[in-house]
């Protein structure tokens, strides 16, 4: 079988989409009854040259697969003069700045992407394309135009936030929001090409239910597909707590979408907190002072930033916790969640998006995504729940273990290749 993938994302060593890229490639590589070609971008839109450099770095002391095609994709200039005002404008705040620039800067990368995919599959017989890397569903790409089978996904992001929760925000972020709730409705409603991508896909992967029950109101043939697997690891340790203090973990960037705040709050509502629990914070970002303020004032001595650790550390950090909280209250499905599952580490998190499905009640708590008050309390009440029933962290850890084992990436590409095998069979 003949692949053609087209995968913006594709890095060795960054994260994210990145690493979402990179592990089913590589892994779908693996496969000697695939031939692979990958329409990867040479560098992010601020950072032109990276991914080609991580990827030669990589295969310069590793081999590479012999059924496995690598064509990098330059930045179109368009792209990169929109990059460099986006960046003037928002003073180089947010990964991607201003989204509906980046996102048009993103789409000049698809045409030229699809114009070099036409060229390929004049030249040889592809059997199948597949719109990889980015996720969000507000740029399908191009490959569904072509005539050969089109999947695209893993995708979603439809869902926009309740206004419960929008009340609860700053100014700043409500606005953003608010802008991103109406410009999700008006392009899924009415950009064309969303839905001509959608009615063309011969299977599209949604990350999260809603997104699957949206898009399937136009194609029958959705079903999920989570955007991260797991590792499982070989000899994970089993989390016991049983005296002493409870070891929390958060990890992410500091910044308002990532929920801290709730976190801070609900540790807020428990007694005698300072005894009980030791709270570590990984990660950096622009609200990190003003985080520390409100733990300060509200004298959380077992709350502990500790900034940006290189991997191995936070490996470390991992495997001494007893739970992960995840407060985000806007995420597909996060890396940080399937990483902890693998380690045998439970998860508290919103039940919400792609979390609803990776994380279960055999190795996780989730907490309804209905109001900012809501989830503080649902924070605080879980946190206690593991202190009044401290077997509880081991049960959800040996449920972490086997869960990890069946969100693995292996399991994940086993799937994707029955795909397109019914696909192309068809």
Known sequence: MNILISAHEFSPVQGSECAEGWNIVSRLAKNKNLNITV????????????YFKAVEEYYAVNEKESNLTLVPVDQPKTTLLLAKFNRFITMGKGSIGFPVLYYLGYAFWQKKAYQISKSIIQEQQIDLVHNLTQITYREPGFLWKTKTPFVWGPTGGIEGISFALLKS?????????LIRNTSNYLQFKFKRRIK??????????????????????????????????????ENPVIRQFNTGKLNIIWVGQLIERKGLIMLIKALENIKDV??????????????????????????????????????????????????????????????????SLSTGLPVICHDAFGLSIAVTSECGIKIPLKSFDDSIKGFSSSIEYLLENPSKVKQMSIGAIERSKELS?????????????TIINK
């Open 196 to 233: 001509k991508a959608i009615k063309k896909a011969k299977l599209i992967y949604a990350f999260s239910e809603n997104d699957r029950i949206t898009m399937g109101k136009y194609n029958t043939n959705v079903k999920i597909l989570l955007d991260s697997g797991t590792n499982p690891v």
């Open 409 to 421: 990436w292996d399991l994940m590409i086993e799937q994707i290749v029955k795909d397109y095998e």
């Open 169 to 177: 925000l700053s100014l700043k972020q409500k606005v953003f929001e």
């Open 274 to 339: 300072n005894n009980k629990l030791n709270v570590n914070i990984l990660g950096d970002g622009p609200l990190k002072e003003l985080y520390k303020t409100e733990v300060e004032n509200r004298e959380l001595d077992c709350v502990n930033f500790l900034g940006r650790i290189p991997h191995k550390e936070v490996q470390s950090v991992l495997a001494s916790s007893h739970v992960l909280m995840h407060t985000s209250y806007r995420e597909a499905t996060t890396h940080v969640v399937p990483e």
């Open 39 to 50: 329409l990867y971008a040479r560098g992010s839109q601020y950072a032109p040259e990276s």
